[in-house]
């Protein structure tokens, strides 16, 4: 295979060797001198090094043979035999973006070889590959700097020595396309992570390399280790934190709580609040109120709402009902669509017949998108190529006990795999990010129809979006906003949390990122998700469920003394034990609690919409609150909390809230 097809050259450099023979430093026949480029095409990136000398001969090059997924070279090892040569290999079928296994042995030369040997043994160090395939890259020195780079299949490539310098201008232009950090565990490795696939990782590699760990892998994908890494806790989770050559050596876990602070940054939680933000030490909320749940909402009940034309008529008093008790199942495929704002609450049946037909024709047109794309065309979108391999491996692993999903050629998946591959056309910034099929498996469950349902999940997602986002900011939010409400309800318990380096959260990650779909069984998440879209009673109720449940544990922790991974264990442990009604109940409870209270902590009063006679964070307050009088702009975390507020994921159905629970503040 021919050196990649001409693009824009973004960085190029001559003058850079490498060693052919590290025991002959001094020898210039060791040395190999060529250039070294970064190449933009396609909207991709692609490093090459090329000798001097080489005589552009494509037996001479690496590439990937799209039947193995690995990469030849123009002479092979014995354990490489079972791969195709690449001469074997017609043109279309080379993708050098993908490089797994690479082998630098030398041709043999025989007879009637000599001539070019020359060549081929200079021709052979030329490489290339992918910048998104990048792990690591090793720096040293010796007396210039030279660099090698590690592939993610482990592969390590010859180093190349900057002999003239240059090293850093090369590493600051990388460093405008992919993330280079400092490995913790090496000061010579620079860890990479690829801005735009960061978010793209499988479950199954979450464990398996200890050489960079799991603050590394949360650093790049927060939700595949949330997703798959949580799941796999049942020990102590010192061990991924251990360095590649201290076997027996434990990271203690304030160092671990600090690493992976650092994973999310601006998620300071846990520091010392600066001047002019509220500090909360303890405030007398008074008697937890008793509330009560009443049965789900019936088809005869549904109906009564309902003028002679199809208008949902006192859609307060409904969505109080739909927050008590939930909905049979039976009308679930009609009332969704109203709670996720499918349907307007005030549209008659023929309106709503009409915007189905609409929203029919608008589906089909973004599904005809990607259904046309070509395989030749499909080969040159790499980001349509990701999302489509993400989206499968998911499909197949997605609620698979559940009969509407089990089993093979299962018409479900299908549905399931077509819809998200449409909303990667109605999203395509976005995209897919692994947790969404998640989201949308119950709501097709639910609605039983491919158009229906991506219209409800776009609802949803409009909902759940900054979750999803690169920089996090929906999840930093909401772990500080879980902070503020959670020294509110028990000091003391965020104290002791705070005093094992759990302060931050961090365990909660996976409830907030995927509205808790893996801590209640199937039939607990239709009931759970249906009460949160009435969006009553407050705003951010998802918060004080988080709270409800911490509220149920938090003896156990204290009383068990658990420290930094024993939390982690036993949050993860509750998964699939947690009764969704007795959460919904000491919830409800904790709101009227917090609502009852009159001198509420004015972020508090931000974060759950609700009023109070407290005016500005800044203002002289009881004894129950501490406050520095010095007028100073508010911190970062402040900032955080009250950017975040006006646009919550409740803030779609807040427009009735006010009506029957006259504190919240609309």
Known sequence: MAAPAAGKVIYEQEGVFIHSNTDRNDDQDSLISGFLRIIEKDGEL??????????????????????????????????????????????????????NTVSFKKKPCTNGEGVSNHVHERSKWAFFFNVADLKAVKIKKEGWSYLQFCLKDETQLPALHFHQGGSEVFLDCLNKYVMLTESPFDETSLIVSNYNKALSQSFENLFDDTTFGLVQKFRKDPYTTTLGGFS?????????????????????????????????PGLEINHQEEPGFEVITRIDLGTRPDVQRREPVSAEDW????????????????KQNIFKGGLCHAIRKEAWKFLLGYFPWNSTRDERKTLQKTKTDEYFR?????????????????????????????????????????????????????????????DFDLGYVQGMSDLLSPILYVMENEVDAFWCFVSFMDQMHQNFEEQMQGMKTQLIQLSTLLRLLDITFWNYLESQDSGYLYFCFRWLLICFKR????????????????????????????????DSEKQKIMDEH?????????????????????????????????????????????????KSDTVLPTSETSEQRTLDTKPSKPTRTEELVHSSVPNGRDGLFRETAQEVYPLARV
Not at 53 to 75: F, I, N, R, Y
Request: negative net charge; contains cysteine.
């Open 46 to 99: 692609v490093l090459e090094y090329k000798p001097l000398e080489d005589a552009v001969d494509p037996s001479s090059m690496l590439c990937a043979g799209k039947d193995s997924s690995s990469v030849v070279e123009w002479t092979q090892s014995p354990k490489e035999k079972s791969h195709k040569n690449l001469e074997h290999l017609p043109s279309y079928e080379a993708e050098w973006d993908m490089v």
């Open 232 to 264: 796999k806790v049942t020990n102590y989770l010192f061990d991924a934190f251990r360095a590649p050559d201290a076997e027996h050596h434990q990271r203690p876990a304030s160092e671990v709580a600090d690493l992976l602070n650092e994973a999310i």
């Open 303 to 318: 109906t009564e709402h309902m003028d002679p034309d199809g208008r949902i008529q006192d859609v307060p008093h409904l």
């Open 366 to 426: 973004m599904k005809l998108q990607w259904k046309s794309v070509s395989e030749e065309q499909e080969k040159r979108n790499s980001r349509l190529r990701d999302y489509r391999s993400l989206i499968e491996k998911d499909v197949n692993r997605t609620d698979r006990t559940n009969k509407f999903y089990e089993g093979q050629d299962n018409p479900g998946l299908i549905l399931l795999h077509d819809i998200l591959m449409t909303y990667c056309m109605y």
């Open 519 to 550: 801590e209640f069984s199937f039939q607990d998440i239709l009931r759970l998700w249906e009460v949160m879209w009435t969006g009553l009673p407050c705003q951010n109720f998802h918060l004080l469920m988080c709270c409800a449940i911490l």
């Open 562 to 610: 658990y420290g930094f991974n024993e939390i982690l264990k036993h949050v993860n442990e509750l998964s699939m034990k947690l009764d969704v009604e007795e959460v919904l109940h000491k919830a409800e409870a904790i709101s009227l609690q917090i609502r009852n209270c009159k001198d509420l902590p004015y972020a508090v009063c931000e974060i759950l919409g609700v």
